[in-house]
């Protein structure tokens, strides 16, 4: 039974344009389909894992077309999860795999490093081979759908925001613990008897943690919703990998201008790649949106990615704009962000969206 202690999180069940954009979470909450990572676990895939990784690849394009068939074919109820054999090799195995494979050589991210993680080398997040965690429990401060969302925080970003709230995780891989798949996947499994709608893997970042996701999900036997909560700046690579694993991609589209991610998060290519994932998410699975109003932003980047939204993904898909901003970590180098967003810059960011026409707002 759910415990829910926000009367938002109890309303938002009968909320007709929630349910609608996110009808897939909804049912595997309710019980009525199970989640999409335990549909890839039934699908076969017949390859040696020991192979080379072109022909790991081509057997990943062939297990994500009978993924999406038997997805379709269980959705419309024509087939029960429970009537299918567990396969020798899996789909969720084979992406464990190559995500094993990827850490080699890592570009989890598209900062490409290219460092071997597992030979004790680090990139620019400074996440190692194994994950660490700074903490794990029931969050009952995400949005309203996903409360109680048995959320973990692993240690580590590929960003370096200059104002992160969460910079003592995010810029401190080296801190947290560290921990297994096998362990994730039994608090997962407890946090569903619990009453979590959904696993949700944050940070920091959950990009550079990626093999450890998978092969958690791999150990977990729960139907509960997965949540990729991201700053979408992964691989096209670690995009097929995510590919029929996450129920909801609960993402963040922060800047517009590459010119002003490069200066506050110091990330490169930023629109091209969060762009990007974004649309590939959309096609993937369902999606939430959070905008974070920054100060001095609103026309230049709030406003264009309001706008994107409505154009590339429609006005239908749920989006938080929000307005909790506070400068954080070196903020304060940064005169024009040192401040907390004012209310007519929120009033603005809300009036755009109305002009937009996006139509599915968590409020
Ligand atoms: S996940 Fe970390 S090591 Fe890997 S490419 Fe991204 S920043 Fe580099």
């Not at 240690?155 to 992160?164: I, L, M, S, V």
């Not at 944050?202 to 990729?228: F, Y």
């Not at 264009?304 to 070196?330: A, E, F, H, S």
């Not at 009033?347 to 109305?354: Q, V």
Request: proline share 4%.
């Amino acid at each position: 039974m759910w415990r829910v202690f926000r009367p938002d999180a109890a309303a938002v069940l009968h909320d007709k344009k929630a349910r609608k954009s996110l009808a897939r979470y909804f049912a595997v909450m309710e019980g009525k389909l199970p989640a999409r990572f335990l549909v890839c676990k039934r699908v076969e895939v017949k390859i040696d894992l020991s192979t080379s990784d072109e022909e790991l690849w081509r057997a990943h394009e062939r297990g994500l077309k009978e993924f999406r068939r038997l997805l379709s074919r269980i959705d419309e109820g024509k087939v029960k999860l429970e009537e299918l054999k567990q396969p020798d090799v899996s789909l969720l195995d084979l992406k464990v795999e190559l995500a094993k494979r990827i850490l080699k050589s890592c570009h989890f991210c598209e900062r490409r490093c290219g460092v071997d993680r597992t030979a004790g080398k680090t990139g620019v997040c400074g996440v190692g081979e194994r994950s660490r965690i700074a903490s794990e429990f029931m969050h009952h401060g995400e949005e309203s759908v996903l409360v109680p969302s048995y959320t973990i925080f692993f240690n580590g970003c590929t960003f370096k925001c200059q104002f992160c709230q969460n910079w003592d995780i995010s810029q401190f891989p080296e801190s947290g613990v560290e921990v297994s798949p096998k362990t994730l996947a039994k608090l997962t499994e407890e946090a569903r008897k619990n009453g979590a709608r959904n696993v949700n893997f944050v940070g920091g970042n959950p990009d550079p943690n990626l093999h450890t996701i998978l092969e958690t999900l791999n150990e977990c036997e729960v139907s509960l919703s997965s949540v990729w909560n991201s700053n979408m700046y992964y691989s096209l690579e670690a995009a097929k990998l995510l590919f029929g694993t996450q129920d909801v991609y609960l993402t963040d589209f922060k800047w517009y201008q590459n010119s002003c991610a490069l200066r506050y998060s110091k990330v490169p290519k930023y629109l091209e790649i969060v762009a990007r994932n974004h649309r590939l998410a959309f096609a993937d699975s369902e999606l939430i949106i959070r905008h974070l109003v920054m100060p001095n932003h609103v026309e230049c980047c709030t406003k264009p990615i309001l706008k994107w939204i409505v154009d590339n993904l429609g006005p239908m898909v749920r989006t938080n704009i929000m307005d909790q901003y506070r400068p954080c970590y070196m903020a304060d180098k940064y005169p024009e962000i040192n401040r907390h967003i004012t209310s007519e810059e929120y009033g603005k960011a809300l009036e755009i969206a109305k002009e937009v026409g996006l139509q599915n707002l968590e409020h």
